[in-house]
């Protein structure tokens, strides 16, 4: 079983910037596909950014190219850096990791944006 924890959450104004980090723990881990998605008061939870173990990346058109997806596999952790957030962006941000064919997800990271 892999065990996630999201970090870097927070409250920013808008226009600033947040990266959050995705570490991953378990034994013997090979990592798929790392992916982010949020999830805001109200609304299904939404697909952000995948990359793959080899750093292929793709991302939901609506963001414009404002989020960045990474990931370092020597420390089975992945990151999304956040630009220019708007309060649009308000939400859990939750990642997620296919291991052997199994996704597994984290807890969340709140990210708030004030106007």
């Known amino acids: 079983q892999v065990q996630l924890v999201e970090s870097g959450g927070g409250l920013v104004q808008a226009g600033e910037s947040l990266r959050l980090s995705c570490a991953a723990s378990g034994s013997g881990l090979s990592i798929n596909n790392m992916a982010w998605h949020r999830q805001a008061p109200g609304k299904q939870r939404e697909f952000l950014a995948v990359i793959t173990q080899g750093g292929r990346t793709v991302y939901a058109p609506s963001l414009k190219g404002r989020f960045t997806i990474s990931r370092d596999n020597a420390k089975n952790t992945g990151y999304l850096q956040m630009n220019s957030l708007k309060p649009k962006d308000t939400a859990i941000y939750y990642c997620?990791?296919?291991?052997?064919?199994?996704?597994?997800w984290g807890q969340g990271t709140q990210v708030t944006v004030s106007s």
């Open positions: 997620s990791v296919v291991v052997g064919g199994s996704t597994d």
